[in-house]
């Protein structure tokens, strides 16, 4: 059965939609100053803490002998992939939008050969083959997911359209399997599924990359066994589906799996748990959060990023604070420890209610309140790094845990 193609709107390419704040204006401004000087609320970002994150993502890929692909929807910046990338040794990034792909193609990694893979992580909209077609022209490899039949026949008609098989022209494509996540991927061990693996493998046109798998509900785990269950169950997953394609006449020989509490797990496991995986892929674990705290596999002090906050009034008579940073900081994502995030060094007091632009901070001692004065700073660990960072134009680097100002990154924005 065909499906009809829905006519696609013909949007300019990106980069005319998004601009990024000036970095060398913002370092100007910001550099040499001590966190208790800036405007608040910002976004505190540990360079040295980054870098020993990634420098652990690329002691996991040593020891399993894997390729990592690093997913830099987390910080959206060039600054924190060249980190990345050094420290992971890849040159393989996932982008969640095309202005990632656009910003990060366009930066000084690409052409200096650091960059030389790029993945869009989202199912593709028909939309955006225009800018997949300029993209996979700025960079060796340039990849997409499909799941889905209707996908694959909007993309057969555009390219027929636009560039018929005589182009010689080839679309890089993962095919994106669910494996117990729920959210994007065609379901395993299924017809449609059968058929559209057929089809991605039996294209003229199509170099198909691999399976790809991504276990979010691996953010359940509570200790290091669960963990290494979660990516046994992955790995399980993505092999046995592979080799049932296989025994159907498909066959697909690499496979891609990860999220940040499997990719830890892949440290602890023995090698052989990723038999027949030859990449693996995070994101998170460049700056980990509260989220990654409560699954065992980071500890409080491995958390990069911090809300930097003001105490904007004060209520003793309920043992409360007012914060200066609300919803539109911290994101109202929730973690298992409750609330929405720690305050370094008062970790017994509890930010439990938010607003838009109001932290509220309870259960605070009496005695607690002659270090609590208006107008004093503090920092606030987030539950998910990757939405609260989100909230922030631009970072404040700082270095060894210290207050300096030694650097700003700026992300890019928007879709
Ligand atoms: C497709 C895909 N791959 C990889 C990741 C990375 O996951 P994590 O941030 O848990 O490392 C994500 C995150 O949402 C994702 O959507």
């Given at each position: 059965m065909s499906f009809p193609v829905i006519a696609q709107t013909t949007t300019p390419l990106l980069p005319y939609h998004f601009s990024v704040p000036d970095k060398k204006a913002l370092v100007g401004q910001y550099v040499g100053k001590s966190l208790d000087q800036v405007r608040t609320p910002r976004l505190v970002v540990d360079r040295t803490v980054v870098k020993k994150n990634c420098e652990k993502l690329g002691a996991i890929a040593q020891r399993q002998q894997v390729k990592i692909r690093v997913h830099v929807k987390t910080h959206k910046t060039i600054e924190a992939t060249a980190i990345e990338l050094d420290a992971a040794g890849t040159d393989a990034i996932i982008v969640s939008t095309l202005a990632e792909a656009y910003y990060l193609v366009q930066s000084p990694l690409v052409a200096n050969g650091q960059l030389k893979d790029v993945l869009l992580g989202l199912p593709i909209s028909p939309d955006k083959f225009d800018e997949m077609f300029a993209l996979a022209d700025q960079v060796e490899t340039f990849s997409i997911f499909i799941d889905h039949d209707q996908t694959l026949d909007a993309l057969d008609a555009y390219?027929?359209?636009?560039?018929?098989?005589?182009?010689?022209?080839?679309?890089?494509?993962?095919?994106?399997?669910?494996?117990g996540n729920g959210r994007a991927g065609a379901a395993i061990h299924n017809d449609a599924s059968l058929n559209l693996a057929r089809r991605l493998v039996n294209s003229s046109y199509i170099n198909l990359m691999g399976l790809y798998t991504h276990a979010g509900q691996s953010y359940a785990c509570r200790d290091h066994a669960s963990a290494v269950s979660f990516l046994q169950a992955e790995r399980d997953a993505a092999i046995t589906y592979r080799d049932y394609l296989s025994?159907?006449?498909?066959?697909?020989?690499?496979?891609?799996?990860?999220?940040?509490?499997?990719?830890?797990?892949?440290?602890?496991?023995?090698?052989?748990?990723?038999?027949?995986?030859?990449?693996?892929?995070?994101?998170?674990?460049?700056?980990?959060?509260?989220?990654?705290?409560?699954?065992?596999?980071?500890?409080?002090?491995?958390?990069?990023?911090?809300?930097?906050?003001?105490?904007?009034?004060?209520?003793?008579?309920?043992?409360?604070?007012?914060?200066?940073?609300?919803?539109?900081?911290?994101?109202?994502?929730?973690?298992?420890?409750?609330?929405?995030?720690?305050?370094?060094?008062?970790?017994?007091?509890?930010?439990?209610?938010?607003?838009?632009?109001?932290?509220?901070?309870?259960?605070?001692?009496?005695?607690?309140?002659?270090?609590?004065?208006?107008?004093?700073?503090?920092?606030?660990?987030?539950?998910?790094?990757?939405?609260t960072a989100a909230c922030f134009e631009f970072y404040l680097v700082v270095e060894n845990g210290g207050d300096k100002v030694v650097d700003v990154w700026v992300p890019v924005r928007g879709w």
């Open positions: 390219y027929e359209e636009k560039y018929g098989k005589a182009s010689g022209r080839r679309v890089n494509v993962f095919f994106k399997v669910e494996c025994e159907n006449g498909i066959t697909i020989d690499k496979c891609s799996i990860g999220a940040t509490p499997t990719v830890m797990a892949a440290g602890l496991a023995d090698p052989s748990v990723l038999q027949g995986i030859t990449e693996l892929h995070a994101g998170a674990f460049a700056f980990m959060d509260r989220q990654q705290v409560a699954t065992s596999l980071a500890s409080p002090s491995d958390v990069a990023i911090t809300v930097l906050s003001r105490v904007a009034s004060r209520y003793p008579e309920r043992g409360s604070i007012l914060l200066d940073a609300g919803a539109l900081a911290f994101s109202k994502d929730p973690s298992p420890q409750g609330g929405f995030g720690d305050i370094v060094g008062r970790e017994h007091w509890k930010l439990n209610k938010i607003a838009q632009e109001h932290g509220v901070v309870t259960e605070i001692p009496a005695e607690d309140f002659a270090d609590a004065p208006v107008g004093k700073v503090f920092q606030v660990r987030p539950n998910h790094c990757c939405l």
